[in-house]
Structure formats: C-alpha cells, structure tokens
C-alpha cells in the first residue's frame, strides 16, 4: 500500500470506523435496562424527579424552579430521545412548575397530570396555554385513579380527592383550599415489590387524612415539602417506614429542612439524602431490590 494511502487510513477511516463503533455502543445502553430508574435532580429548591421504566419509559414528576432540568435531561435522556411519556405536575407553585415551561419547549410531551385548580401566577399559566398550544393531552388527577407508567410500573393516585378550585361567578377558577401546597397530588408508585411514596408539598394535615385511608408502606419517601415542619409527621413515618428519603432542598430562606423533620426521620431510622448536600440522587430498583446508585442512567 503506498503510504498516502496509508496515512490516509489512518487518518480518517480508523477515526471514523471508531466514532461508528462509539454511536453503536452508544446505542445499546440507551436500550431499556430492565431497571426502573428514579433520580432525584438536583434543581436548587424545589422538585424535580425522572422516572424511567423499566421498559423505558420516562416520566417527569415536577420541573425545579428554573432551566436546571434541561441540562439535567439533557445528561441522562439519550441525544435522539426528545419526547417525555408523562409529566406529572404536583401542585401550581413555581419550584415546581416553572421548569416545566422550558421542558414543554424543548421535548415533545405525550401527557399530563395535574390537580384540578386554578392558580394565579404567570408561570403556571404559561404552562396551562402551552399544554393546549401543543395539544397535550391533559389529565386531572383524583383518588383512586390508577395511572399505568408500563405494563409492570402503576402511579395510585391517593390525593387530591377531586376538584380542588370553584368557579367564580365572572368564570374565573378559584382556588378552595387555603393552602396550595394541600392540592398537591399524592401517590405511590409500585414496580414489583418496591413502593415509593410521592408526595409533593402536601402537609401534615393531608397526611393525616391519607394514613386513616391507604397503606402507606413504602421503601422510599419523596419527602413532603422539601422538609419542612408543616410535614413528614412521626404519625405518618411510622405508617410509610421508608428505608430511605429524598429531600428536595437548596438554597432558601424557609429554614428547610427544619431540625424537626431531621429528628422525625431520624427517631425513625430513616436513611436520609438531601440534594443541597447529595446533588442529584439516583435509584434503581429490580422490583425486589430497591437501592441508591452513584452513576447516571447511561
Ligand atoms: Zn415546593
């Protein structure tokens, strides 16, 4: 072989034969592994939570107060991959919502879940007109509805327990509940054996109501109001008793998560992780095992 062809091998095909080899390796292990994935996004205060399947589909449980989401999808979600199966919308406040504006934007959505309430802010209105800009489907969560994530993974929604907003007389909704955070969907997700308890901002006396209702045994508790002291009650620990608990919290100036919970969780031998000290938290389960992992999804 002459050796302009050679180097010429070795320049370009040999590179190229290899970044082929990359994509393709690339490929496979964006390929559904069996394990239902649950991270935690590290998004400042507020929630942010991806769930994928374990047959690979993805859902969204609320969007962090900012853009921080994106890059955090952007990091676990394949370069190909720009559709959301779900996004859940616990309740209207920003920390929650205000990061789904920019995943609207950017991903192709196939469905959301929110309460039934009306709520005054301009992010969330934002959200409501690009969910009807973008003709996606729209579901009002109540008790007892079953949401199928796949074949083999359900949400049982246990909270709210309908409409939770009234119309006024001029047609404009209004909230019935004194507090926001009481619309907050709740509800635990199940794959297999493992049960997480998703709980949005909920306080203690929605938590109150809901360990009277349902078994609320869990392995994992998202816990309720990035840890403030209106949740996470020792009533309701002791019905949850979790192995391990996430909570959403950064900076803030609510005093989150209060010493109270902390020792809640903590007389409750409750593992405990933070996102203002943990960053993003990951978990995997096989539907036996349930279990924290260091490693992004890919
Ligand atoms: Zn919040």
């Given at each position: 072989m002459e050796a302009q062809t050679k180097t010429l091998i070795k320049r370009f095909l040999v590179p190229l034969l290899f970044a082929n080899l990359a994509v393709f390796a690339g490929y496979i292990q964006f390929q559904p592994d069996f394990l239902m994935h649950i991270n935690f996004y590290d998004v400042g205060q507020g929630d942010s939570i991806l769930i994928q399947t374990y047959l690979g589909n993805q859902i969204l449980i609320d969007g962090g107060p900012s853009d921080a989401v994106l890059g955090h999808l952007g990091q676990d979600l394949p370069f190909f991959d720009r559709t959301i199966d779900m996004i859940i919308l616990t309740h209207a406040h920003n920390d929650h919502v205000a990061g789904l504006i920019d995943v609207l934007k950017r991903y192709r959505v196939k469905k959301v879940i929110l309460p039934e309430v009306a709520f005054e802010s301009g992010p969330y209105k934002e959200f409501l007109n690009l969910i009807e800009e973008k003709n996606v489907e729209r579901i009002f969560a109540h008790a007892g509805q079953r949401i199928y994530l796949d074949s083999g993974t359900v949400f049982d929604v246990y909270y709210p327990y309908g409409k939770v907003a009234g119309v006024t007389s001029s047609g404009k909704y209004q909230l019935e509940s004194d507090d926001l955070n009481d619309t907050s969907i709740v509800g635990k997700l199940s794959f297999g054996k493992n049960k997480i308890l998703l709980t949005g901002d909920a306080g203690i006396n929605v938590e109150q109501q809901l360990l009277l209702q349902?078994?609320?045994?869990?392995?994992?508790l998202k816990v309720g109001h990035h840890g403030s002291r209106h949740s996470t009650s020792k009533e309701f620990l002791k019905e949850v008793t979790p192995e391990y608990s996430v909570i959403q919290v950064?900076?803030?100036?609510?005093?989150?998560?209060?010493q109270e919970t902390l020792d809640n969780l903590a007389a409750a031998s409750v593992q405990v992780f933070r996102n203002d000290q943990n960053k993003t938290v990951r978990f995997v389960s096989d539907g036996v095992n349930l279990y924290p992992v260091r490693n992004p999804m890919r």
């Open positions: 349902y078994d609320l045994d869990s392995d994992l950064g900076k803030n100036n609510y005093g989150h998560p209060t």
